[in-house]
Structure formats: C-alpha cells, structure tokens
Nanobody, 124 residues
Framework: EVQLVESGGGLVQAGGSLRLSCAASGFTFDDYAIGWFRQAPGKEREGISCITISDGSTFYADSVKGRFTASSDNAKNTAYLQLNRLKPGDTAVYYC?????????????????WGKGTLVTVSS
C-alpha cells in the first residue's frame, strides 16, 4: 500500500522557519519525483516545489524561490521541504505527492499519490 505522510506543520511567526517531512512507503522512492503543493482557503492547490529523487534536481514556484528548499534522504525514503522567511501569505495546508514522471511539470495532474496534508499557519 502506498503511503505518503506529511509532518512538521504548525504555527509560526512571520519570518520564522519550519521543516516539513514526507515519509514515503509502498513504492520505489528513487524512481519517483516528490512534489510539494499547498492550498489556502478558497484558493486552488498550487505546486510550489518538486524534486527528482534520482538526481536531486528541483523546481520552485516563483512565490517560494529563494525561501523554500526541497531535499530528500533516500535511505529513509523521506523528502523534506525547508520553509524559511515565512510570510502570512504562506498559510495553507501543505501536501506532498509522488509522480512516476520523474521530471514532472510539478502540476496536480502529474501526481500519482497524495498525502493528507499538514497545516502551516504563519502569524503576522
């Protein structure tokens, strides 16, 4: 059974940091890309970062470029998203997803599996 379990969300003040984790099981981690998406109330789910596990290549949306960093620990089948210099506009539920398409376009329709999400709240 494929599982993606996010953790690390919480309440943080503007300017602070969090590290999200995505623990994967049930598939060959190295053969996939991991995407990070977020959805704020009343807004569409947006892809903010993707990482190709086999070679570590990354993509970042303009809204997070320079502030967020994706990484992975292949031995632990876990992907991470480091969130720095957080802003109130970053408040959302953050999801990780897995795509068989390793060099994904980092869009919703490329993803094959989804986690249930973790809430990040940034106070001003």
């Amino acid at each position: 059974e494929v599982q993606l379990v996010e953790s690390g969300g919480g309440l943080v003040q503007a300017g602070g940091s969090l590290r999200l984790s995505c623990a994967a099981s049930g598939f060959t981690f190295d053969d996939y890309a991991i995407g990070w998406f977020r959805q704020a109330p009343g807004k569409e789910r947006e892809g903010i970062s993707c990482i190709t596990i086999s070679d570590g290549s990354t993509f970042y949306a303009d809204s997070v470029k320079g502030r967020f960093t994706a990484s992975s620990d292949n031995a632990k089948n876990t992907a991470y998203l480091q969130l720095n210099r957080l802003k109130p506009g970053d408040t959302a539920v953050y999801y990780c997803a897995a795509a068989r398409r390793q060099y994904t376009r980092c869009i919703y329709y490329d993803m094959d599996y989804w986690g249930k999400g973790t809430l990040v709240t940034v106070s001003s």
